[in-house]
């Protein structure tokens, strides 16, 4: 494909300046893997220094509005003034996600595990994100579990599911009318035999029975090696039970690499399923957040460059020409309908990005006016004492 013609370029640059990604606070700040966390320069101290990094990323790139927040990792004692401080340079705080998986008493799982006890902490923990929600104005709230077993009979894989259900239940019922319960999966890690929500069919079979307001959300980064994701995106979405993303890329497991570093064509494949059907505009309520840690490289230009790399898939899966590829598929005609698919997905949409964004009064290479920005310069004179934030593992 070459330039898009007059009509396809005005429905393609609706559909993205439409597009919203919401940015982890957790990205911004220090990370590593189990054996080392390489600490960097600038890295913010507290919430509000990474709701300001966040707020750099959407001035930059324009669609970048929400920030999601981590608890306790983003604890405060007034979270309406942190939202009040996110308004005022220029973003909102987005999904409240839950932390049930650092804690001592959490050895053999959170909300599944076998003490009572443990449970109710666990749950009270589901319950207190609500209430956070309720002075962030938050719609959704995140739930990953770190919950299993790593080894054959070490506990019972029904009554932890029964288990699981209640507690999904109490924090379901404690939600607003405009609220949401994303239930995330994942195959494996920490749990090595049998994790209690490993995968797609788990959540969505706990979402069905909890009610509208649970959904599914896809973290790209948890599934097995050569899952076909873009076929879950498309029966979630058909069955009106895809809450959001949590984009990353992975070359072997839970990597939290830059979305579409690894594979660029499962990310068009992907945000081809969403523009099939219909998904990406706002209304249609899915979140298209990441989920990502930047251990070696910078992190405000990786996450820039992971915004970009979503628009890029976005444009390229909107370009497809779909009364040429609904055509192919009715006459059968196998090539014909792949090169469609294909011929998008080779177009270089970075002019028609950088065009977008010159129209909008942003610069066309956000990461080129980071860099001369002197942001960075700042940050690191600014915080250079105290104590970095981290994901405390
Ligand atoms: C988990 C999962 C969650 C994220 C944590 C940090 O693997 O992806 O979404 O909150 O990591
Ligand atoms: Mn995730």
Redesign the pocket.
Known sequence: MTHPDAPTRARVTQALRAQRIET?S?AYANSGTRFKVFPQEGVPRDPYEKIADAAMVHRLTGVAPTVAL?IPWDRVDDYADLARYATEQGVTLGAI?A?V?QDNDYRLGSVTNPDPGVRRKAIDHLLECVDIMDRTGSRDL?L?F?DGTNYPGQDDIRARQDRLAAALREAYDRLGDDQRLLL?Y?LF?PAFYATDVPDWGTAYAHCLELGPKAQV?I?T??HAPGTNIEFIVAFLLRAGKLGGF?F?SRFYA?D?LMVGAADPFQLFRIMREIVGGNALRPEAGIAFML?Q?HNIEPKIPAIIRSVLNVQEATAKALLVDADALAAAQRAGDVLGANAVLMDAYHTDVRPLLAELRAEAGLDPDPIAAYARSGYFERIRTERAGGQQAG?GA
């Open positions: 982890p957790w981590h996600n932390n998986f995140k990953w770190s995330e994942k890690e959300v973290d980064g948890h949590d990353n839970d939290d989920d840690c994901w």
